[in-house]
C-alpha cells in the first residue's frame, strides 16, 4: 500500500506542477486579467475543478506561480558559497542568473514583468507583494555596498542605497528590453558588462 501511496502523491505532485506551468505560460502571454481557469486546465490538461481543487482559486493559483519562481531562484542563490557574498561573488551570481534566465526562463521573467504592470496601483491584488519584494532587495543590495565601504572593496564615498535602487533600476529594465528586443538585446552581455563597469567605478 505505501508505493501505491507513494505514487498517487509523485501524480498529485506532477499534476501540480504542470497546472503550474500552463499557468507561467499563459499569464506571460496574456496577462492574469486575460488569462481565465478554464484555459490553464485545458493547457495543463485538467478540469477546471481540478484546478480549484489545488489552489483554491485563481488568486491561489497566481501566489504558487510567484512562489515558483522564488523557489527556482534562491535554488540558484543557494549555488554561492556563503550568505554574505563579496561583491565579486555577488555580481557573478548576478551574471550567471542572467545567463540562466536567458536560456531557460523567459516565461517566468516575461510573467515577472507583466504582473509588476498590472499591479502598479496601490490596492490591487498583488501591489503589497511586489513593492515588498522589491524593498527588499534594494535592502540586500545596500546591504552588499555597505560591507563592501567597510571591507575596503568599495570606496568609502559610495552611497549604498542610492546604488541598490541603481542597481535594482537596471536589473528590472534590463530584463523588460531583452523581453521586448531578444535579437537586439543580449541580456547575459549587457548585465556583464553592466558589472564590470561599477566594479571598476566602486574600486578604491
Known amino acids: 500500500m505505501a508505493g501505491v501511496k507513494g505514487q498517487v502523491q509523485r501524480r498529485g ?16 502571454q496574456q496577462g492574469v486579467r486575460g488569462t481565465g481557469v478554464a484555459a490553464i486546465a485545458e493547457r ?69 514583468i507583466t504582473l509588476t504592470a498590472e499591479n502598479l496601483e496601490p490596492g490591487t491584488t498583488l501591489h503589497t507583494w511586489f513593492r515588498d519584494r522589491g524593498r527588499a532587495l534594494r535592502a540586500h543590495l545596500a546591504a552588499l ?24 533600476a537596471f536589473l528590472e529594465g534590463a530584463h523588460l528590453l531583452w523581453l521586448l528586443d531578444p535579437d537586439e538585446v543580449d541580456l547575459p552581455a549587457i548585465h556583464r558588462g553592466y558589472f564590470e563597469g561599477l566594479t571598476a567605478r566602486l574600486r578604491p
Do not use: C, Y
Open 13 to 28: 505532485v506532477e499534476r501540480r506542477r504542470a497546472m503550474v506551468d500552463a499557468a507561467i505560460t499563459l499569464f506571460s
Open 44 to 112: 495543463a490538461g485538467v478540469t477546471p475543478s481540478a484546478l480549484i481543487h489545488h489552489f483554491g482559486s485563481k488568486e491561489g493559483l497566481v501566489q504558487a506561480v510567484l512562489e515558483e519562481a522564488d523557489r527556482r531562484a534562491l535554488a540558484r542563490l543557494s549555488a554561492t558559497p556563503t550568505s554574505e557574498p563579496t561583491l565579486a561573488e555577488a555580481f557573478a551570481w548576478f551574471v550567471r542568473d542572467a545567463e540562466h534566465t536567458a536560456a531557460t526562463e523567459r516565461e517566468l521573467a516575461a510573467l515577472h
Open 145 to 168: 555596498f555597505t560591507r563592501a565601504t567597510k571591507d575596503g572593496t568599495a570606496r568609502p564615498d559610495v552611497n549604498p542605497t542610492a546604488l541598490a535602487t541603481e542597481v535594482a
